[in-house]
T-cell receptor, first 114, second 112 residues
Framework: GAVVSQHPSWVICKSGTSVKIECRSLDFQATTMFWYRQFPKQSLMLMAT?????????EQGVEKDKFLINHASLTLSTLTVTSAHPEDSSFYICSAHLSGNTIYFGEGSWLTVV | QKEVEQNSGPLSVPEGAIASLNCTYS??????FFWYRQYSGKSPELIMS????GDKEDGRFTAQLNKASQYVSLLIRDSQPSDSATYLC????????????FGKGTHLIIQP
């Protein structure tokens, strides 16, 4: 079964609204989680590193005020896309590292902004 | 800047043949290397990981790493139609503390 769970699997929202995506590690604690975005026919691009109990680290070109990340517990990180626009429509995927190089990906969340 | 390069394909291979997928990376201090398979609309799934120079075999899959040439490859023996997917090469520079840098992926088609 899945060791990293994402919710929702897909979401449609209106332009200008905000949407939250959850990433949970199951049966293990993850002090660090990662958020990726994948546009159609493109590769996964790392957006940010989510750190439990501290601020997220964003990759160059990713707006921290638009993509809010909260990692309030050792098993949950959330990504909130604020004031979503159609160009934010994408496949969002999280990952968590169990230990060292053991990396688990969530199932991904499809976001469509209309 | 971290870069991982792959030929986007499509790479077409007859069923039963060997599929060879290649990847180069730019950051010489990269430590860990991964091959993921991704079906359309799905999350990537890990095929192989490799950390030291040489070959690593797991069933029909063999990963090859050459750090001097900054090159990593994946061989799939006895290719099956179910192997048709996009294969992503990923590199981790700092171990568990860093996210992965992905290549754009190679679209592999296994022809029955």
């Amino acid at each position: 079964g899945a060791v990293v769970s994402q919710h929702p699997s897909w979401v449609i929202c209106k332009s200008g609204t905000s949407v939250k995506i959850e990433c949970r590690s199951l049966d293990f604690q993850a002090t660090t989680m990662f958020w990726y975005r994948q546009f159609p026919k493109q590769s996964l691009m790392l957006m940010a590193t989510s750190n439990e109990g501290s601020k997220a680290t964003y990759e160059q070109g990713v707006e921290k005020d638009k993509f809010l990340i909260n990692h309030a517990s050792l098993t949950l990180s959330t990504l909130t896309v604020t004031s979503a626009h159609p160009e934010d429509s994408s496949f969002y995927i999280c990952s968590a590292h169990l230990s060292g190089n053991t990396i688990y990906f969530g199932e991904g969340s499809w976001l469509t902004v209309v | 800047q971290k870069e991982v390069e792959q030929n986007s394909g499509p790479l077409s291979v007859p069923e039963g043949a060997i599929a060879s997928l290649n990847c180069t990376y730019s950051d010489r201090v990269s430590q860990s290397f991964f091959w993921y398979r991704q079906y359309s609309g799905k999350s990537p799934e890990l095929i192989m990981s490799i950390y030291s120079n040489g070959d690593k075999e797991d069933g029909r899959f063999t990963a090859q790493l050459n750090k001097a040439s900054q090159y990593v490859s994946l061989l799939i023996r006895d290719s099956q139609p179910s192997d048709s997917a996009t294969y992503l090469c990923a590199v981790n520079i700092g171990g568990g503390a860093d996210g992965l840098t992905f290549g754009k992926g190679t679209h592999l088609i296994i022809q029955p």
